[in-house]
């Protein structure tokens, strides 16, 4: 009875980590359904170009229990971004480039899929270097099954567009490193330049205000 009552608590820790993992191993990312830019509260609209971009905070619950990794956790902010061309000429976005300002005028570039996922599968080195390759990454047993999943998703979710074709819609998340910076969300703005028309010209930059009702403090101090 003594030793029952002694190795039970372990018994039952052992049961709910392995539910755990279980839970997390069958779970999928399943990216959001991208609406008009223009119906979400973060956008910047560009009438005279017909092209407007928002953006959608994915870092609290409920909408960050789409990821299998817990990215806040990690000191990474999940920025959900939309750009929708009403036009009847394509835009360019391969040269965009996605910064994060915040209140405090600290600036963050987004990162790459490659420094994301340095982060989340905690791999230490240089990060102008490649990462380990995952699929013949050697980290180990069920180590090397959960960054798989950590890559596919940070690959499945990242922004990637190479254009928007006229009237149509496309999404992918960015991601801001925002560990150890100050009030990272609220008052901050996503500033994207690079956007050009078809003849190569830029067009004037987008700035979408983080404003209150979409913004929850999280990631940062």
Known sequence: MLSRRIFQPWAVALMVASSSLAVWASKEFVPPH???AGT???????????????????????????????YNQEGILPVFLIITNDGDQPVTVN?????????KRNKL???T??????????????????????G????????????????????????TAAAVEPHTTKAGFLYFDV??????????????TGVRDTNGNELMYFEVPLVPSNAASGGGK
């Open 109 to 111: 570039e987004s990162l």
């Open 113 to 134: 899929a490659d420094d994301v996922f340095r982060r989340v599968a905690h791999i230490s080195g240089n990060s102008g270097s490649p990462p380990p390759r995952v």
């Open 95 to 103: 040269s965009m480039r996605a910064e994060l300002v915040t209140a």
């Open 136 to 159: 013949p990454i050697t980290l180990g047993g069920n180590k090397n099954k959960k960054a798989q999943k950590q890559y596919e998703e940070i690959m499945n979710s990242i922004f």
């Open 40 to 70: 979400y509260p973060c956008k910047d609209a560009h009438p005279n170009e017909k092209v407007t971009v928002a953006v959608d905070l994915y870092n609290t619950s409920p909408k960050a229990d789409i990821f299998i990794t817990s």
């Open 179 to 192: 560990r150890d910076v100050p009030q990272p969300v609220d008052g901050s703005h996503v500033y994207l």
């Open 34 to 36: 991208a609406e008009n």
